[in-house]
């Protein structure tokens, strides 16, 4: 019988805890060799079986894999990641390597799209216009025009793995979705009911809700989205970030909304997050920020330490990984 390889653990114990429900810790121990579970890069380091480690489990609170921690692991073939963007774990070092990489992005990024699609149906049904006139009215609203969650037009900025999610679950409302993604082909739009839209001031002037979800590639696209494109909002239009808060050159955003007090935003991302201290947004009435709440949060984290247990059940049956990150798809995701 073929010895299970020796695995380890690094990431904080709160993540541990909560990405790892008690049946999936069981699984990966039941799997592998499970030599530690630690906390930090220089407790990792004085683990006796470091260098036979194979399998690294890693999530929240895991130090990038530099050209020095992987020296001391020259078996490493498989990096377990219980999170989402695997952006500050990776080094040039690492891809060198050739080391297969498994993400949970997936499983991170279903109650995002829950949350955009819960975040467009109230916004389409001015759950923010009529809280701010029964607060200051003391009375129900009673004009609806333009309001009504069928058969509207929603835009979402970038087309990867949340965003498709959203447009499929929109779909069932009749809404005509388009997007502004320089990466998507006519195909791939055609295959998702999309329609594609030249630029981005073109969308943002043609739907009811824009919702955010193009990566963030530093010193690329920083405030992607400024004056111009905010500014181009319809009447009584909804902005929705989950994406990053970069994206958007909020200073432009401040001096719109201010100015427009039929626009609504809804931000669960910001920069810096929180916001500074005396920051416009927190002071804005059609500006909701969320703080950082579309992601996993709670019990829903414990679906991404399943995701990487049976991404590592399937890699030792010799199956192929569904959920493998590669150096490309690093580059291109939030």
Sequence with gaps: MTAAPVASALLDAGARESVLAPRDLARLQSLVDLEGM???????????????????????????????????????????????????????????????????AEANNDPVAEFVIATTVLALKGQHRAQTYLAAEHALLTSHTGLGIYERAIGLVGFGSIARKVAAGLHRFGHEITVWDPYLSEAEAAEADVQQSESLIELFGHNQVVSIHAPWLPGENDRLIGHREL???PTGATLINTARGALVDENALIEVFRAREDLYAVLDVTWPEPPAADSALYQLANVGLTGHIAGSVGLEQQRLGRLVVDELERWLAGEGLQHRVTEERARLRA
Excluded: K, N
């Design 38 to 104: 630690h906390t930090s890069a220089e407790e990792l380091r004085r683990a006796p079986r470091l260098a036979e480690v194979e399998v690294l489990l890693t999530g929240w609170g895991t130090p990038r894999l530099d050209t020095e921690l992987l020296e001391a692991m020259p078996a490493l073939r498989l990096v377990l990641y219980a999170a989402g963007s695997v952006r500050r774990l990776t080094s040039d070092a690492f891809w060198r390597r050739g080391i297969e990489l498994v993400s949970a």
């Design 231 to 233: 500014s181009a909002l």
